[in-house]
T-cell receptor, first 111, second 118 residues
């Protein structure tokens, strides 16, 4: 049973445009959501997080939106840069529980 | 400083070897984790230590043996591994006092050890 789903295994975007990565979850008890970026053969790097009491969190070019009624969150990257090309993992947790990861979306930003 | 360090970066071992992976953090975090990650898959949780005590073992085979000598260090001892154990092994830490994720802290990952079992 996959509680966190990233249905797009890959996404290709032109440099300078917006990248939108999506994540759906099934467990309404999740109260904290994170996005990690991963380059090949490296550990995941924390990007941005959001608590379930918020619907938006912004950090520079990165914005995460949370729609609790739809059990959906998204990561927006504006403007996209070639260095953003990586695999992006969405993760969720319930206080008192462990991180549950999605399967990842591979973003390719083309010059 | 949000740095988690891991050594070695790469490790090749035979199925009869004994080796250890090391992880270190100096952020004062009291929860530390071992994950295993195969290519293009999400990290799979193996072990969680909270206040230097093992709090979660995700039914990991006994050929993997974790150890937490102190609050800054985490080891993973390897013995009699199989080729299918080849993967990227990741260490992570976070600050939570209860050993669980809360809404105010974040789990930080190390760069990983790329393990190849021949």
């Amino acid at each position: 049973d996959q509680q966190v789903k990233q249905n797009s295994p890959s996404l290709s975007v032109q440099e300078g445009r917006i990248s939108i990565l999506n994540c759906d979850y099934t467990n309404s008890m999740f109260d904290y959501f994170l996005w990690y970026k991963k380059y090949p053969a490296e550990g995941p790097t924390f990007l941005i997080s959001i608590s379930s009491i918020k619907d938006k969190n912004e950090d520079g070019r990165f914005t995460v939106f949370l729609n609790k009624s739809a059990k959906h969150l998204s990561l927006h990257i504006v403007p996209s840069q070639p260095g953003d090309s990586a695999v992006y993992f969405c993760a969720a947790s319930v206080s008192g529980g462990k991180l549950i990861f999605g399967q990842g979306t591979e973003l390719s930003v083309k010059p | 400083d949000t740095e988690v360090t891991q050594t070695p970066k790469h490790l090749v071992m035979g199925m009869t070897n004994k080796k250890s992976l090391k992880c270190e953090q100096h952020m004062g975090h009291r929860a530390m984790y071992w994950y295993k990650q195969k290519a293009k898959k999400p990290p799979e949780l193996m072990f969680v230590y909270s206040y230097e005590k093992l709090s979660i073992n995700e039914s990991v085979p006994s050929r993997f043996s974790p150890e937490c000598p102190n609050s800054s260090l985490l080891n993973l001892h390897l013995h009699a591994l199989q080729p299918e154990d080849s993967a990227l092994y990741l260490c992570a830490s976070h600050q939570s006092l209860a050993g669980h994720i809360s809404s105010t802290d974040t789990q930080y990952f190390g760069p990983g050890t790329r393990l190849t079992v021949l």
